[in-house]
Nanobody
Framework: QVQLMESGGGLAQPGDSLRLSCVAS????????IAWFRQAQGKEREGVSC????????YYADSVKGRFTISRENAKNTMYLQMNSLKPEDTGVYYC????????WGQGTQVTVSS
């Protein structure tokens, strides 16, 4: 059974850093493309970052480029999103997803950036 479980969200001040984790079960994470999405209240879900399962290439939305870093730790079957220089507009629920083959979503973790 495929499951994804996010953690690491919370309340941060502008300029702070947070690291989100996504633990995968039921599949081997480094064999698939996996991604982070976020959804702000009243807005559509948007892609934040993705890492390819075939060549480890990465993608970042323009809004987070240079501030966020996606990575994975194969031994722990876990993906991370290191978020630096947080801004209020980064506020939202962050989801990890398996986006190659059958799509699966985690339950999300709330990130709130506010002074």
């Amino acid at each position: 059974q495929v499951q994804l479980m996010e953690s690491g969200g919370g309340l941060a001040q502008p300029g702070d850093s947070l690291r989100l984790s996504c633990v995968a079960s039921g599949f081997t994470l480094d064999h698939y493309s996996i991604a982070w999405f976020r959804q702000a209240q009243g807005k559509e879900r948007e892609g934040v970052s993705c890492i390819s399962g075939s060549d480890d290439s990465t993608y970042y939305a323009d809004s987070v480029k240079g501030r966020f870093t996606i990575s994975r730790e194969n031994a722990k079957n876990t993906m991370y999103l290191q978020m630096n220089s947080l801004k209020p507009e980064d506020t939202g629920v962050y989801y990890c997803a398996k986006v190659m083959g059958a799509v699966y979503w985690g339950q999300g973790t709330q990130v709130t950036v506010s002074s």
